[in-house]
């Protein structure tokens, strides 16, 4: 049986939650700490030092990621069972998302080591490099930079001050010319645990403090540019105006219309950015740039949903006589969790009486990108009606506690595995 202090847990994790969310506070609950800046270092540095407290080894690698690694003199050279998430949030943000992941993680190894357990693989724990992607437009950089999933071009995104990710990387304690060194080699991580809020209403719905995930729905990132002609408000005929906004407004509009004719199915539509040019009050917008979320987790109708969105925008344009392009920034396909790994985390939670419904991610997570090098699963914790990337975002001691001590039963029964191989399809644990 675990010797799990549960308070002792509860309370270190709390405190710890304090004290990152001073690094970057906006507000009482608000956080502001964005990718490879000066405050994002600072909550690495923090997690750092409580990585090797926990008693592991820690490195920065060349994508910026913050690696602990607790040694396995059984098998050093086994591929490692991998646990993590991020520090960085959205320039308005709450106090967990990510950070659980992480301050769970380095809990579950230090009570791993209190309890004098060996592990039979090497066991590391993850601060993953710019998961939100609000800075550079384009997230879970760290992650994919780990399975080799960088794409053209990703270097050299700017953010609004006209940095680079490739200076701001530098600048982090990163290494852009690098990057191929914080690779891991194809089947070099047995398995990838992450821990993580909810973000959304179901489990409130279901007065359940933890859930079992059973994939993350595949994003498709969009930006769109539509091109009118400027004119004095006053003066232009309605009949005569090429205006990108009105433009704009009728295909944000349209894409609600469009999924929420898909009532009852995991499809999400959003128009998160807008900006227009020139921006003045009494000229007719030129030029409108947004920004389309969607996902789901059936492809075939995401892939639906696209392709109506596009006669959309194109049906729009030539009312309006707009010229148009689309960008795509980010696609990836649904990713469904481990089955072997879900069983593990099932058998856990009955061990600790703990109901456990299941439910899909919609928001991604840097379990997205680790999926294509190894077997995921990931274990959901309540928030409070159901808020995230807003200070009002919370999840409960209690239940983050509950969370945790899942993690750490997890991760226990895989770390004591033989050798971490699987015997006729399942985990052999050596333990009785």
């Known amino acids: 049986m675990s010797a799990w202090d549960r308070t002792t847990s509860r309370e270190q994790v709390l405190t710890r939650i304090r004290k990152l969310a001073e690094i970057g506070k906006i507000s009482d609950t608000g956080v502001s700490r964005l990718a490879m800046t000066p405050l994002d270092r600072q909550a690495v540095e923090l997690a750092r030092q409580w990585m090797k407290e926990a008693g592991m080894s820690v490195r920065l690698d060349a994508a910026g990621n913050l690696i602990g690694r607790l040694e396995s003199p059984v098998a050093p050279d086994a591929p490692v069972l991998m646990l993590g998430s991020h520090l960085d949030t959205q320039p308005y943000a709450g106090r967990f998302d990510g950070i659980i992941g992480v301050l769970g993680a380095i809990e579950a190894v230090h009570a791993f080591v209190s309890e004098g ?209 689309i960008r795509e920034d980010t696609n990836s396909p649904p990713r469904y969790c481990d089955p072997e790994l879900m069983d593990v985390i099932r058998l856990e939670a009955n061990g600790m009486g703990l109901q456990l419904p299941e439910l899909m991610s919609g928001p991604f997570h840097d379990a997205l990108a680790l999926s294509y090098a190894c077997p995921y699963a990931m274990i959901f914790v309540r928030s409070k009606d159901g808020i995230s990337h807003n200070p009002q975002e919370y999840s409960s001691a209690d239940d983050i506690a509950e969370g945790v001590e899942l993690l750490y039963r997890t991760m226990r029964s895989l770390a004591l595995s033989i050798q971490g191989e699987r015997s006729g399809g399942k985990w052999e644990s050596t333990t009785a």
């Open 117 to 325: 357990l060996v592990p039979q693989r090497p066991i590391e724990v993850v601060a993953f490099s710019d998961e939100e992607g609000c800075r550079f437009n384009k997230g879970i950089f760290g992650s994919r930079a780990m399975v080799g999933r960088l794409e053209e071009g990703e270097l050299e995104r700017v953010d609004g001050d006209g940095i680079t990710r490739s200076e701001a990387l530098s600048i982090f304690g990163g290494d852009s010319a690098r990057l191929d060194e914080a690779k891991y080699a194809k089947g070099s991580i047995a398995a990838y645990l992450e821990l993580h809020i909810e973000q959304g209403p179901v489990l409130e719905s279901l007065d359940a403090a933890c859930g079992l995930v059973t994939g993350i729905s595949g994003p498709l990132w969009l930006t769109v540019e539509l091109h009118g002609f400027a004119g004095h408000a006053g003066s232009v005929p309605m009949s005569m105006r090429r205006d990108a906004l009105a433009g704009a407004a009728r295909i944000i509009a349209g894409l609600q219309d469009l999924v929420r004719a898909e009532a009852g199915t995991p499809a999400v539509g959003t128009a998160g950015t807008l900006q227009l040019f020139p921006g003045s009050r009494n000229i007719i917008p030129e030029r409108v740039q947004f920004t389309i979320d969607l996902r789901d987790m059936d492809m075939e109708r995401r892939n639906r949903l696209e392709a109506k969105l596009r006669e959309l925008i194109d049906e729009v344009a030539a009312d309006n006589g707009l010229t148009y392009s």
